[in-house]
């Protein structure tokens, strides 16, 4: 298990999101110029679900987007079991969503299973431990300005950046009854987003204690916990060798 709360290695900017709203593309693009995490997530930072507890220098860029249509795209990707499995290294009573089940069944649940809110609130209201750039998916490409502004990369930055594309996940695929319950299931998030600016820089937290905050504690204490175990299992290996 990759311990969850610390970035170990150096990185210019740290691009994350909670799936689904074109973060991969971001990634790429500006890689080209700075060190950025992993687009594939082989580092494990894309999704963080709390901000890192080092590197407080780093600038942070966060993308959200509809979550009817985000949750769509986890869904048709079959990505709801990673996802959630990823959330489960913070809350770990949360349930692991089975890979064949559907979006029409997720729907019914009328709850935010993944948690798409509970971590855009840790990054834009209850933990601003670095200073971030919040952009919409839906007006990430009229803002490309901005991005280059915020990071101080070279104009072929929005030169080169690829065009539009028409998004794979459409509401329009879905039946009207299952958009219908996603839009309940998020009305509070949605309602969050409108009253957001877009875009808006957010400053760093001059005094900020993420150890007073449980789900810093219980995540350190799990992580811990994980390799306690994994150097049980490892000695009882070496135990075994000798035999």
Not at 31 to 37: D, Q, T
Not at 158 to 176: G, N, V, W, Y
């Given at each position: 298990?990759?311990?969850?709360?610390?970035?170990?290695?150096?990185?210019?900017?740290?691009?994350?999101?909670?799936?689904?709203?074109?973060?991969?593309?971001?990634?790429?693009?500006?890689?080209?110029?700075?060190?950025?995490?992993?687009?594939?997530?082989?580092?494990?930072?894309?999704?963080?679900?709390?901000?890192?507890?080092?590197?407080?220098?780093l600038k942070v860029i966060y993308i959200y987007g509809d979550p009817v249509?985000?949750?769509?795209?986890?869904?048709?990707?079959?990505?709801?079991?990673?996802?959630?499995?990823?959330?489960?290294?913070?809350?770990?009573?949360?349930?692991?969503?089975?890979?064949?089940?559907?979006?029409?069944?997720?729907?019914?649940?009328?709850?935010?299973?993944?948690?798409?809110?509970?971590?855009?609130?840790?990054?834009?209201?209850?933990?601003?431990?670095?200073?971030?750039?919040?952009?919409?998916?839906?007006?990430?490409?009229?803002?490309?300005?901005?991005?280059?502004?915020?990071?101080?990369?070279?104009?072929?930055?929005?030169?080169?950046?690829?065009?539009?594309?028409?998004?794979?996940?459409?509401?329009?695929?879905?039946?009207?009854?299952?958009?219908?319950?996603?839009?309940?299931?998020y009305e509070a998030f949605i309602e969050q987003q409108k009253a957001i600016?877009?875009?808006?820089?957010?400053?760093?937290?001059?005094?900020?204690?993420?150890?007073?905050?449980?789900?810093?504690?219980?995540?350190?204490?799990?992580?811990l916990i994980s390799k306690i175990e994994l150097a049980r299992k490892f000695?009882?290996?070496?135990?075994?060798?000798?035999?």
């Amino acid at each position: 298990m990759k311990n969850p709360l610390y970035i170990r290695k150096h990185l210019d900017c740290l691009i994350v999101s909670s799936g689904g709203v074109g973060t991969t593309l971001l990634i790429k693009e500006l890689s080209k110029w700075l060190v950025c995490n992993c687009p594939d997530n082989t580092d494990g930072y894309k999704h963080m679900f709390l901000p890192p507890l080092n590197c407080p220098d780093l600038k942070v860029i966060y993308i959200y987007g509809d979550p009817v249509v985000a949750t769509l795209s986890l869904f048709r990707r079959k990505y709801q079991t990673t996802q959630s499995l990823l959330l489960r290294k913070y809350i770990p009573d949360n349930p692991v969503l089975d890979i064949d089940m559907t979006i029409e069944e997720y729907a019914q649940k009328k709850r935010d299973i993944l948690h798409l809110q509970d971590h855009f609130t840790n990054w834009f209201s209850r933990f601003q431990a670095h200073q971030s750039l919040f952009l919409s998916y839906e007006t990430l490409f009229e803002n490309l300005e901005v991005i280059q502004n915020f990071l101080q990369v070279p104009n072929d930055f929005i030169s080169d950046f690829p065009p539009l594309r028409e998004r794979k996940s459409k509401l329009e695929d879905t039946t009207t009854k299952t958009v219908h319950l996603l839009c309940q299931s998020y009305e509070a998030f949605i309602e969050q987003q409108k009253a957001i600016p877009k875009p808006l820089i957010l400053e760093k937290q001059t005094h900020y204690f993420p150890f007073r905050y449980k789900i810093y504690r219980r995540t350190l204490f799990h992580y811990l916990i994980s390799k306690i175990e994994l150097a049980r299992k490892f000695k009882q290996y070496l135990h075994r060798r000798k035999k």
